[in-house]
DNA sequence: GCTTCAAATGTAACCGGTACCATACACGCT
DNA sequence: AGCGTGTATGGTACCGGTTACATTTGAAGC
């Protein structure tokens, strides 16, 4: 036991002395084996939990490593194993409360399985994007969660890596054609394919929510309810609106309900104030106004007040998203709640599930729930 | 220059062979030295725009490197300079708009300034701080920001280490023995030295809100409306409310006028509401309610409202932080903002100034904006 | 032509782990 | 005694960069 002792010691001091004047640099692997009188090979067996130590080395090794409060360095760890223990999670915004839920979620679920997060937001700039994720393959993540952007993931630094990759909450561009189609005349084959189409960046998994499913959560709520005259105001049709919308256009076709007119707005409190005034001041106003935004459903609700319309006995108003106003509002705004959290662990659960990397699409799709408040009411007797 | 380069192609062969069937991996600075017929020493400078390079050269090496794909491996790099470019942000809340606001503000601040920025959040507990630095101490972050913490910095992971560390708002656990001592009698030494007052992880860089100045804006702004009867709602207290208070209570003390009723209440709206009542109920009602907390005062507007006391006619309400409800109740609450962005970029800039790694305690204080809105006018007259 | 010096480039030892292979030794079997 | 077999440990070549130092090159100066 002597030999191999003092070789070891030998090998440790071939590194660089340092000063003793000099900042007290962390304790590594060496100085551990050295301290202990064994050699590296056997500390690094303890701290991988690898059992051929004995249990009295294993002791002695510990021992050491704790007098001088050593830990595995995780950068040289990463770089002799190729794997970093760190996911990369690029996000359209943090101050989004939406996105904030999310980000939450996934950090925190990151955390119990031992793993850290580097986050970024891109701001729904495309360059930023194609920037931080990037940053994130330089600092070889072992892979990557990418919610709600905007840039064609086809341009991403990705191409050709086999980088694990979860697309969350992917959304298009605003589709006002695909409105047009959808607001009047049968439904075309296109639009009733319109859930099944295939998301751009095929090869990644996905993790969305059932925009139609909610969308039909709402119009039955509203159904059973017992209205029958529907109006929309929908802000620029990107997909999830688009879905919500069939969602709802299906359900009351299979009610036998005609749809009802379609008003595009801005997502705004101020014009939805103002489509909502319109609506109302019209000639035979629905009984049952839905909103694609709850933003857009609050600033109907203002306005149904400021027109001596009472909400939810003479129309009853709903939203979509259930944003923290939506339940501070008055009345308080029936609203489809996603599940936010669930999105975030589920996006988690699916990359480090190593199942992200292969070429077959994964997809999750989670449903929403819906959140009846005071806004929506039985229909007014005519 | 034929030998050299058949010489570097021999050092570069030396590493273990891929068969060519593998999953094809990053290029490395040894796959462009190859290429170019260059050492990876020059490669290195060039990417590193060392000077020493002739033109020709650079361009030769840029050019094999594009074609490889070629970005150099940050973790090698962090391993060789000690240095990764990424820094630690632990933050109390990431669901929270507050510190989401905050959080936000120092991604992009970290962006800006080329570093990575690893987040996590603490979620209040004590336990999971201590955790979540030593996952960033072992990735070896440049530096850390901690965010709202409750756990006590000298436990941390920290303690010996030179880390650059920056304290952004921390606050003490509440203390209703000065609170007691604020509400009534003459202010002692003790609390007129309050904002002085060393804060703990003094080895650390801080930054914070001057409470004490945000409430001496609203004291002010009531005093300028004409308001001589407070009264102030305060959930449980710590330093920084009692700040809020002292700075009001100096004010008014300037100005010659008493100080109030101070009631304790949780931070919920429905305590708010209650005390609110209970309040406006009593005999000699206040004509100016300050509550050091926007929730409270929006309780508080509710209790007026349901007493029939009109705001800001009958009595004003002032709350303080800001919050997205405070600006959609009616009438809209008067608050202070702090400039939550500005704390961010602040922490940041700090921390990578390198200032904050020196034993000398350096502490910057921001101070808020008031945000004078309807629930606050001139006082009533008797 | 030869020395001198600076600029350009190459060599190899790091950084701190991991993991493959070698070695040493104890034990049980024929 | 000889020979595996297995277990505990040691030695060392990696991972992919950086950097101090060595070497080569070219031009100027004599």
């Known amino acids: 036991m002597g030999s191999p002792r003092a070789r070891s010691k030998a090998e440790n001091v071939r590194r660089r002395p340092r000063t003793a004047t000099e900042t007290p640099r962390p304790a590594t692997i060496r100085d551990v084996a050295a301290l202990c009188g064994l050699s590296i090979a056997t500390v690094t067996r303890v701290f991988q939990g690898s059992q051929s130590v004995r249990a009295e080395t294993r002791a002695r090794v510990l021992e050491s490593a704790d007098r001088l409060g050593y830990r595995p360095n995780s950068i040289a760890r990463a770089l002799s194993t190729g794997t970093s223990n760190t996911i990369g999670v690029l996000i359209r915004s943090l101050v989004d409360p939406y ?10 679920r990151a955390g119990e399985r031992g793993c850290s997060v580097l986050l970024a937001s891109s701001q729904g700039r495309p360059d930023l994007e194609r920037e931080k994720l990037q940053t994130f393959f330089d600092n070889r993540v072992d892979g990557v969660i990418v919610g709600g952007v905007s840039g064609e993931p086809n341009r991403w630094p990705h191409a050709g890596r086999h980088i694990p990759t979860v697309m969350l909450l992917w959304d298009s561009t605003p589709q006002p054609e695909l409105l047009e189609e959808l607001s009047s005349g049968p439904l075309s084959p296109r639009l009733r394919m319109l859930p099944q189409e295939t998301l751009p960046g095929e090869w990644l998994a996905h993790v969305s929510t059932d925009d139609a499913a909610g969308g039909t959560l709402i119009a039955r709520h509203l159904l059973d309810l017992g209205h029958r005259r529907f109006a929309f105001l929908v802000p620029p049709p990107v ?50 106004l839905v909103c694609t935004t709850d933003v857009i459903a609050v600033g109907a609700i203002s306005a149904a007040h400021e027109l001596g319309v009472k ?5 009853s108003i709903a939203g979509y998203d259930d944003i923290d106003l939506a339940s501070y509002v008055d009345p308080p705004l029936t609203t489809l709640r996603n599940p936010m959290r669930q999105l975030g662990e589920t996006a988690l659960d699916l990359l480090l599930s190593g199942r992200a990397g292969e070429t077959g699409a994964i997809s999750h799709r989670l449903t929403g729930m819906l959140m009846a408040r005071g806004s929506t009411g039985a229909a007014p007797i005519r």
Do not use: K, Y
């Open 99 to 108: 996105w904030a839920e999310i980000a939450n979620a996934i950090e925190r």
């Open 239 to 288: 997909r999830s609106h688009l879905l919500r919308l069939l969602g709802m256009r299906m359900t009351l076709e299979e009610a036998g309900v005609s749809f009802g007119a379609v008003l595009p707005t801005a997502d705004t409190f101020e014009s939805g104030r103002a489509a909502a005034t319109q609506l109302l001041c019209g000639n035979s106003p629905p009984t049952a």
């Open 311 to 315: 909400v939810p006995a003479d129309v």
